[in-house]
């Protein structure tokens, strides 16, 4: 085998790793992202930060 073919096939093989990590990694990312959105789905409304209403449900507008 020459050179030029040994070194090819070791770019081969290092594009190969490096794209398996690559590909870990994003995996890995996903995974915590949906486990994070999981938890916020399951989160009790009342201790989710929701904005404060004009009114707070103490009056209703009538107008016709």
């Known amino acids: 085998m020459d050179l030029s073919k040994m ?3 070791n770019t ?3 594009q190969h790793t490096l794209n398996l990590s690559l590909l ?3 995996m890995n990312t996903q995974a915590v992202q949906a486990i994070s ?3 916020d ?6 201790q989710m930060a929701l904005g404060p209403h004009p009114t707070l449900g103490n009056s209703i ?3 016709g």
């Not at 789905?41 to 009342?46: K, L, M, N």
Request: charge should be neutral; charged fraction near 20%.
């Open 7 to 9: 070194m090819a096939t």
């Open 12 to 14: 081969q093989q290092l």
């Open 24 to 26: 870990k990694s994003s």
């Open 37 to 39: 959105m999981l938890e």
């Open 41 to 46: 789905i399951t989160q009790p409304i009342h």
């Open 61 to 63: 507008d009538l107008r």
